[in-house]
């Protein structure tokens, strides 16, 4: 895109054909997708983390990955060690976009100049000044887009006002008649993301406070919630879907990690068993043992997994004679 002057892609097929290959992976690993499940609270009980969605049903999980616009958070009821983190999302800033969609019969700029039929971007001091199109795609689209501040003073607007307002835009841009231009449109839509009810904007920004306030969303310290998305990624690039990609991945590593170095951590070991019967239980105060001996010729081995805290494992006899590894 944009003539090699930077780097920049778009997907074919928009961002709908990405989200249909990650549901289809999702799907092909057995994972279950609950549509229509808006999510109102989270409670964490046991050591387990329970999910309850406004339409009643409830979900329970080891571990919970809340990756909702910040404008959400305040919405979401929550255990009342994550409110005090979610409290600093107020560091991090937080905008709104107007989109206008506009599918024309041709690609009518190319045909009145030239040297605009490998238009990209356009910026102008129209009231809509942001503009693009899908080359190097030939598709007759326009959008135009603007954010920030101007957008609350165009909020009383309707989707037909702020249509109007995209074509008047750029026929002062092109020096067109607006009639010409709605005369050649096919299709239009116009998205004021503060009206979403499950967005209320568009996507974050730093403030000087948001590297401080992402530390603080980093870790669960010991919780079973884990907050994710564009506004928590440490980068250059917030705000952007690259960015929701990056820190998901971020997010899943820590899982991992936490279920490998947390406070109750797995361990396996085998120990040489001479004699002991095929399979039973043992339980101290400190472990639980499932032993199952699997015949090796002439010995038995033991098996053994448990879940204890580090500490007892130090102290253990097991462990002075064979090791905490």
Request: overall charge neutral.
């Amino acid at each position: 895109m944009d003539g090699g002057r930077s780097r920049q892609a778009r997907i074919v097929g928009g961002y709908g054909a990405l989200v249909d290959f990650l549901t289809g992976e999702c799907r092909n690993r057995g994972i279950a997708i609950h549509l229509c499940s808006a999510v109102s609270a989270m409670e964490e009980s046991d050591g387990r983390s329970v999910v309850r969605c406004a339409n009643g049903d409830a979900h329970e999980y080891d571990a919970v990955i809340l990756t909702v616009p910040l404008p959400l958070l305040k919405e979401i009821v929550l255990p009342p060690a994550e409110r005090e983190r979610v409290a600093a999302a107020a560091n991090i800033g937080f905008g709104n976009v107007i989109k206008i969609l506009l599918r024309f019969e041709t690609r009518w700029w190319g045909d009145k100049r030239k040297d605009l039929a490998d238009l990209t971007f356009l910026l102008s001091d129209a009231r809509i000044p942001v503009w693009w199109t899908q080359h190097p795609a030939e598709h007759p689209v326009l959008m135009g887009w603007f954010g920030g501040p101007k957008t609350e003073t165009m909020a009383s607007l309707n989707e037909q006002e702020l249509i109007e307002a995209g074509l008047a835009s750029l026929a002062n841009i092109f020096d067109l008649d607006p009639k010409q231009l709605m005369r050649n449109l096919v299709a239009a839509r116009a998205i004021n993301w503060a009206h979403d009810t499950y967005a209320h904007g568009a996507y974050s920004y730093a403030t000087p406070e948001t590297r401080k306030a992402q530390s603080t969303f980093a870790s669960p310290e010991g919780g079973l919630i884990f907050f994710s998305g564009e506004a928590l990624y440490r980068g250059w690039d917030m705000g952007t879907v690259e960015a929701a990609l990056t820190n998901g991945l971020e997010t899943a590593r820590a899982i991992l990690a936490a279920a490998q170095h947390d406070t109750y951590l797995n361990y396996e070991t085998a120990l040489l068993f001479t004699r002991h019967s095929s399979c039973r239980r043992m339980a101290t105060s400190s472990l639980l043992i499932h032993a199952l001996t699997v015949p090796t010729g002439t010995r038995r081995y033991l098996a053994i997994s448990w879940c204890v805290r580090p500490s007892t494992i130090a102290r253990s006899r097991l462990a002075r004679r064979f090791g905490s590894s």
